[in-house]
């Protein structure tokens, strides 16, 4: 029999490590910093390169914030420090449609931040709500007295290293040389899944202990007390400050607020009435 215990007991302690490796090395794979570079074909000496940084993620907002930075290479670069040697225009498919950036030439183009809009997903599913986005970046030449525009050979260089979110980008179908279409799909970190969800849990397990009481109380197991009044109220104001301390949380109205804290609030808030109404019951017939 010492021997099987042994066993089981090595065991268990096998299994928890086992658990905690693969927890934290999930935690972080979405904190790692994420860099890609998206081209279609073998990129030409004649150039344009775009550096997207993904800067943050606003679900209620619905945009992603993307800094954009610019570099000539070949014809188009009139020195190393990156002057433009001929008018670019890149064009950005953004949260308020397609917005053209000019980079005129002999000037050193600075990094522009601009908002990406979101889809399928909405912030009332947190934490586990997902998203996609596309980042969709072209350019064109402006060249000649009648202005014609020239495709211009584009190259995006990825960056994302927010550490709340996971994000998978991908070369979408409809890119070519001069515009490149990434697809993004955008989900919360994992650790911020975990903690919510074990915050939420607690919210649930704690306004049952609570609620379990009260029903002793009522069934006459347990006798009242002023400790367990300020244990209920206390709980009471707490489940609010818990709820709105989750990371990242959207405002009030979300599905599990419907599913789990306005119930949590509920049982714990008639619970409290309840104790109070047998603490006075019972001082009022002037029993101790």
Same mark, same amino acid.
């Given at each position: 029999?010492?021997?099987?215990?042994? &066993? &089981? !007991?090595? *065991?268990?302690?096998?299994?928890?490590?086992?658990?905690?490796?693969?927890?934290?090395?999930?935690?972080?794979? +979405?904190?790692? @910093?994420?860099?890609?570079?998206?081209?279609?074909?073998?990129?030409?000496?004649?150039?344009?390169?775009?550096?997207?940084?993904?800067?943050?993620?606003?679900?209620?907002?619905?945009?992603?914030?993307?800094?954009?930075?610019?570099?000539? @290479?070949?014809?188009?670069?009139?020195?190393?420090?990156?002057?433009?040697?001929? +008018?670019?225009?890149?064009?950005?498919?953004?949260? +308020?449609?397609?917005?053209?950036?000019?980079?005129?030439?002999?000037?050193?183009?600075?990094?522009?931040?601009? =908002?990406?809009?979101?889809? =399928?997903?909405?912030?009332?599913?947190?934490?586990?709500?997902?998203?996609?986005?596309?980042?969709?970046?072209?350019? @064109?030449?402006?060249?000649?007295?009648?202005? *014609?525009?020239?495709?211009?050979?584009?190259?995006?260089?990825?960056?994302?290293?927010?550490?709340?979110?996971?994000?998978?980008?991908?070369?979408?179908?409809?890119?070519?040389?001069?515009?490149?279409?990434?697809? &993004?799909?955008?989900?919360?970190?994992?650790?911020?899944?975990? !903690?919510?969800? #074990?915050?939420?849990?607690?919210?649930?397990?704690?306004?049952?202990?609570?609620?379990?009481?009260?029903?002793?109380?009522? &069934?006459?197991?347990?006798?009242?007390?002023?400790? #367990?009044?300020?244990?209920?109220?206390?709980?009471?104001?707490?489940?609010?400050?818990?709820?709105?301390?989750?990371? +990242?949380?959207?405002?009030?109205?979300?599905?599990?607020?419907?599913?789990?804290? #306005?119930?949590?609030?509920?049982?714990?808030?008639?619970? #409290?009435?309840?104790?109070?109404?047998?603490?006075?019951?019972?001082?009022?017939?002037?029993?101790?």
């Amino acid at each position: 029999m010492p021997t099987k215990r042994a &066993l &089981l !007991f090595l *065991a268990a302690i096998a299994i928890a490590a086992g658990v905690y490796v693969f927890a934290v090395r999930h935690f972080q794979r +979405d904190a790692q @910093f994420q860099q890609h570079t998206f081209s279609v074909g073998t990129p030409p000496a004649d150039r344009v390169e775009v550096t997207a940084q993904i800067i943050g993620v606003s679900p209620v907002k619905d945009a992603l914030q993307v800094r954009l930075g610019f570099e000539p @290479f070949g014809k188009y670069a009139a020195d190393r420090f990156g002057r433009f040697a001929r +008018d670019v225009t890149v064009i950005v498919a953004t949260a +308020d449609g397609y917005r053209p950036i000019r980079l005129s030439a002999g000037e050193i183009p600075v990094s522009i931040d601009k =908002d990406i809009e979101l889809g =399928d997903g909405s912030p009332k599913d947190y934490p586990f709500d997902r998203y996609t986005a596309r980042l969709g970046i072209s350019a @064109f030449e402006q060249s000649g007295s009648s202005r *014609a525009s020239t495709p211009v050979t584009t190259v995006v260089h990825y960056e994302e290293d927010l550490g709340s979110y996971g994000i998978a980008p991908d070369l979408g179908p409809e890119s070519t040389r001069a515009m490149i279409d990434v697809r &993004l799909l955008i989900w919360r970190s994992a650790a911020i899944m975990t !903690f919510s969800t #074990m915050m939420y849990a607690a919210m649930v397990l704690v306004s049952a202990s609570v609620l379990v009481f009260t029903v002793l109380v009522a &069934l006459g197991r347990v006798e009242p007390d002023f400790g #367990m009044m300020l244990w209920s109220g206390a709980i009471l104001f707490a489940l609010p400050a818990v709820r709105n301390s989750l990371p +990242d949380s959207p405002p009030l109205g979300i599905q599990a607020d419907y599913y789990i804290f #306005m119930w949590a609030e509920t049982a714990v808030a008639l619970s #409290m009435v309840t104790l109070t109404s047998y603490l006075i019951a019972k001082r009022a017939r002037g029993e101790p």
